[in-house]
């Protein structure tokens, strides 16, 4: 008798503790057969999978290369035709830079059923962390999450002016290397240059540190400070709120301690 197809879940884990994820992110962990995780995904979190769970790490960590998109969409179609159930990890919410629209697609497209449980997107965390908020009445009335990286590594070339609002808190995923040029794209769309800004790095987490600069110094501050970890950039008059309760070897200009 052909095997029941399982289903796939595109599980958000947030930004990397435990208690940061949903009940119905811990439930689909902690119930997995199959468990395909990013690098971002925590040691604690993977450790609510159960014993016979197969684990496949499909992000780079630890020095090791990441599997192509084309791989993982494959592996994901192999497991669930095995009929497993299988949760697809990964860091923060899958619907924000997450590749889950393009997962979804290949799977339904080879006839298995797909659901998404949100997550707590690194902007979320940050904000809570470091005590400002994203929106904030009469001050930012709008909010942007927007990548300052293309696939290939290099910095996205339009779409700015419409990043360069005053009104706007924009934040930007994976712009960690590209903060100089990010800063000069948005100065050169009227950006004012005195706008406060902060590069968060490991938001959510304990090691979390903060750095708390101008649009102008963006770029130079967030170089010296040489980050490992994941870092967002915040962009926005809300940025002057934040206060620098892990900064200690940062230089923390504009926060309140
Ligand atoms: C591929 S995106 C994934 C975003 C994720 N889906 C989310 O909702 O947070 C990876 C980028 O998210 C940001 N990021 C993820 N986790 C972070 C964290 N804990 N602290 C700061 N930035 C983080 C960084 O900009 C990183 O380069």
């Known amino acids: ?17 435990v208690d940061l994820m949903t009940v119905r992110a811990l439930r ?25 769970c197969v684990r496949i790490q499909t992000g780079k960590r630890a020095g090791k290369t990441s599997m192509k998109q084309e791989t993982i969409n494959r592996l994901m179609l192999r497991l669930a035709r095995r009929g497993l159930n299988v949760v697809r990890l990964k860091g923060g ?20 059923e797909v ?18 908020p994203l929106s904030h009445r009469g001050e930012a009335r709008r909010i942007a999450f927007a990548t300052a990286r293309v696939q290939d590594g290099s910095v996205v070339e339009g779409g700015w002016s419409g990043l360069a609002d005053a009104e706007t808190t924009l934040i930007l995923y994976m712009a960690r290397d590209a903060a100089r040029a990010a800063a000069a794209r948005l100065m ?43 870092v967002l950039l915040v962009v926005g008059e809300v940025a002057s709120q934040a206060r620098a309760a892990y900064a200690p070897s ?8």
């Open 93 to 112: 919410d899958p619907s924000v830079f997450g590749r889950s629209g393009e997962e979804r697609a290949f799977l339904e497209a080879h006839g298995v």
């Open 28 to 52: 689909a962990v902690e119930t997995a057969q199959a468990l395909l995780y990013d690098a971002l995904v925590a040691d604690e979190i993977l450790a609510l999978a159960p014993a016979g």
């Open 1 to 17: 008798m052909p095997l029941e197809m399982g289903k796939v879940r595109l599980v958000g884990a947030g930004p990397g503790t």
């Open 188 to 230: 050169a769309e009227g950006r004012a240059p005195g706008t406060p800004a902060l590069a968060v790095e490991n938001a959510g987490r304990e090691d979390a540190r903060i750095l708390s600069t101008t649009l102008s110094m963006l770029g130079e501050d967030v170089e010296n400070a040489a980050f490992s970890g994941p």
């Open 250 to 257: 940062l230089r923390a200009a504009s926060a309140r301690s």
């Open 115 to 132: 659901d998404v449980v949100p997550g707590v997107t690194a902007a979320s965390a940050a904000a809570a962390q470091f005590a400002f």
